[in-house]
């Protein structure tokens, strides 16, 4: 039984679109920064049931079509081990699940740790990511702490996310503010498909971010906090542009996510270094320098629409907790 903890990611360039559907190769190369406050913590073990996986999420039995996704990336797990048992998994997230906070990236992080060492074959980062990616294609950086980078491709043959710096290379915060605590209502994976299907900007989309990764990586090594700011909002607004513009149209905002967005240029027009970017949910989250978190937490806090808001700061890389 083995018990692993992997924390969940922000894209600062977005990950949106597969080149393989079977294995996730992403269509586009993206970088992220793992999150300090937000995790997965994730138990495997192989010897409990005898007929069947049994997936267990919050003290919860997952639903079927999510525990269908589970047993194909366990049967992934058997493969590679050579373990021949089915295995009860058992998942705690720190924050609300499904709701485009990255539940997918530091789940399917935490499970592939957890899993290949309770199956008796621990694997290298790398190729632990590489496996990670066949459960969500973020989670193959989640397995990193600090930056990480998943280039675009990899076809079959997947390949994982590299880490570009550890958590203790540049200390910034990210505040996480929650408008609406509830699942999304159209899961990442079905969005890309029709993104890639009916959007028009779709080839633009793929053109443009071989470069906004480029300039990302030099960003994050020069630690230019604008540049970095600047871009992952470009790159989050292109992505939610590009999502809107799909037949028929996606939109993941609410108004508060609209009124963080506000906030954030309010306070930068006001001489506060502080840029947001979003996934594929309502959520925001805002970028920082550690000096500033106060004036911005105090800011978010005082809008209506804010239900709640996680402080972080870079996270660490995943790590085995317990093992019997
Ligand atoms: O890997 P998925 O299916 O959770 O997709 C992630 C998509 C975004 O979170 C919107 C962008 C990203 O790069 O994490």
């Known amino acids: 039984m083995t018990t692993a903890i992997a924390h969940a990611n922000i894209a600062l360039v977005k990950y ?22 937000l995790w997965t913590r994730t138990t495997v073990n192989f010897r409990g049931p005898q007929k069947a996986d049994r997936f267990y999420l919050n003290d919860r039995q997952v639903a079927p079509h999510e ?29 609300p699940t499904a709701a485009g906070l990255a539940s997918s990236a530091s789940g399917y992080a935490a499970l592939a740790m957890a899993a290949m060492h309770a199956a008796g074959k621990p694997l290298p980062p790398e190729k632990l990511s590489s496996l990670a990616r066949l459960g969500s294609g973020s989670a193959a950086r989640s397995i990193h702490g600090g930056f990480a980078e ?4 990899g ?15 540049w200390p910034l915060a990210v505040l996480v503010a929650i408008t609406d605590g509830n699942p999304k209502k159209i899961s990442s994976r079905d969005a890309m498909e029709i993104t890639q299907r009916h959007s028009p900007y779709y080839s633009a989309w793929v053109d443009s971010s071989v470069q906004d990764l480029e300039f990302m990586r030099a960003a994050v090594l020069q630690r230019d906090f604008d540049a970095m700011g600047a871009l992952a909002e470009h790159s989050a607004l292109k992505m939610h542009g590009l999502i809107m513009s799909t037949r028929p149209g996606l939109i993941y905002w609410n108004p508060g996510t609209v009124a963080v967005m506000q906030e954030v240029l309010k306070l930068r027009q006001g001489g506060v270094g502080a840029y947001f970017t979003i996934d594929a949910g309502p959520q925001v989250k805002v970028l920082c ?3 500033d978190r106060s004036v911005v937490a105090e800011r978010l806090l005082a809008l209506p629409e804010i239900h709640d808001l996680t402080i972080c700061a870079p996270g660490p890389s995943a790590h085995i907790v317990e093992e019997t």
């Open 16 to 37: 949106w679109g597969k080149a393989d559907t079977q294995t996730n190769a992403p269509a586009v190369g993206s970088l992220s920064l793992t999150l300090s406050k």
């Open 67 to 95: 525990r269908d996704r589970l047993t194909q990336f366990i049967d992934e797990v058997r493969r590679r081990s050579g373990i021949g048992r089915f295995c009860e998994v058992r998942s705690i997230n720190s924050f």
């Open 150 to 153: 998943l280039p675009a491709g």
């Open 155 to 169: 076809g079959g043959q997947a390949s994982g996310a590299i880490q570009i710096a550890d958590k203790d290379f």
């Open 289 to 291: 320098r550690p000096h």
